[in-house]
């Protein structure tokens, strides 16, 4: 689960990270209110002015502005709440905004230049282990240093049945090139940074800058936060920090009817049964000379109901031109699958596209025979190159 750049900062803040504070606006006047109350606290009277969206790149759509005085604020707030918000990982349509938040502006004037980091902390499924990835070319995306300066990126595992060590920590501290108190600062930093993502059970933390501040300050200007769903149970107060209106509303509306969905670019529509049969019923297609337009498991339980809740999920989407089903009958029977399948078609009424079932398994002779005699527009297949056939057949 993605939550907005605040509420990551709070978690953040709860486990003793130091952050950029920063106060969260829904309009133009709870900004100029926010902005206020972080002068007094913070004497400073300029403000950054942040998008609150579930993308990255928000500066260079637009949706980071600095704001140096109160009017400042209300203007900027003000054009940035209600904006549809495009950057590089939005659609062209982009992504309407709905709250900024309103932050202290921590590059202020020292002895010295601040200076920006890369840090995140996810798994390494490779090895199994949590990762420190971090740099010193920081405010600049990951994937663009990656591939033209990759000896600046370094990493360091963690062992996961001793926890990260404070050697560790002080590697990464030296490796970004500081010394005196920055050095220390860098190693409370990293050590809490990592307790926030082990006990809050995150699956990536993504702090892109790290900011040593001219006083030598540690602090996260940034914070991308990804949970990880099956952990939620153990945090009620994070659950509730979701935000629909960030997500996919298909993917919502597959959620509350417990469909396993997930939406993307393609043409053919997949329905299965088994998250390890669809990922290779995706691979089908795409032999096939197709594009797979969803993932969507149906679990163990694919009766007319939820058959047809799985196709009004399929056909919302406009570019599908073909529809993909392929069950394996285990514990569900085949011909209770088929009979659910042709219910639910007779039950809409309207599905104007080609539609390929695959069954194998228990009486997927006798499903097979209630497919064919049907009458509707549904194409039966038993093996895999016979459905692979089909698709490639209906898309040519």
Known sequence: MNIHEYQGKEIL???????????????????????????????TGWHVIK???????????GGVKLAKNLKE?????????????????????????????????VYYPGDSEPEEYYMSVLLNRTTGRNMIMYST???????????ETPHLIFTEEIDPSVGLQGFQARRIAFNLGLSGNAFKEMTKFVTALYKAYVESDSALFEINPVLKTSDDKIMAVDAKVTLDDNALYRHKDYA?????????????????????????????????????????TMDLIKQAG?????????????DAKRVE????????????KAILINIFGGIVRCDRVAQGIVDAYKNMGNINVPIIVRLQGTNAD????????????VQSAIEFQEAADKVQAVLA
Do not use: W
Not at 137 to 147: H, K, L, Q, R
Not at 297 to 302: E, W, Y
């Open 13 to 43: 803040n709860s486990f003793g990270v130091r952050i950029q504070r920063g106060i969260v606006a829904h309009n133009a006047k709870e900004a100029v209110d926010a902005a206020k109350k972080l002068t007094e606290e913070t004497g």
């Open 51 to 61: 998008a609150q969206v579930h993308a990255g790149g928000r500066g260079k759509g």
């Open 73 to 105: 604020v209300e203007e900027i707030a003000g054009q940035i709440i209600g904006m549809d918000l495009v950057t590089p990982q939005t659609s062209a349509e982009g992504k309407r905004v709905h709250q900024v938040l309103v932050a202290e502006d």
């Open 137 to 147: 070319e920081g405010g600049m995306d990951i994937e663009t240093v990656a591939e």
């Open 240 to 280: 509730e920090m979701r935000d629909i209106r960030e997500e996919n509303p298909v993917e919502v509306e597959a959620r509350k009817v417990g469909l396993n969905y997930v939406d993307l670019d393609g043409n053919v529509g997949c329905m299965v049964n088994g998250a390890g049969l669809a990922m290779a």
């Open 290 to 302: 197709g594009e797979p337009a969803n993932f969507l498991d149906v679990g163990g339980t694919a």
């Open 309 to 320: 809740e799985a196709f009004r999920l399929i056909l919302k989407d406009e570019n599908v």
């Open 366 to 377: 006798i499903a097979k025979e209630i497919i064919d005699n049907s009458g509707l527009d």
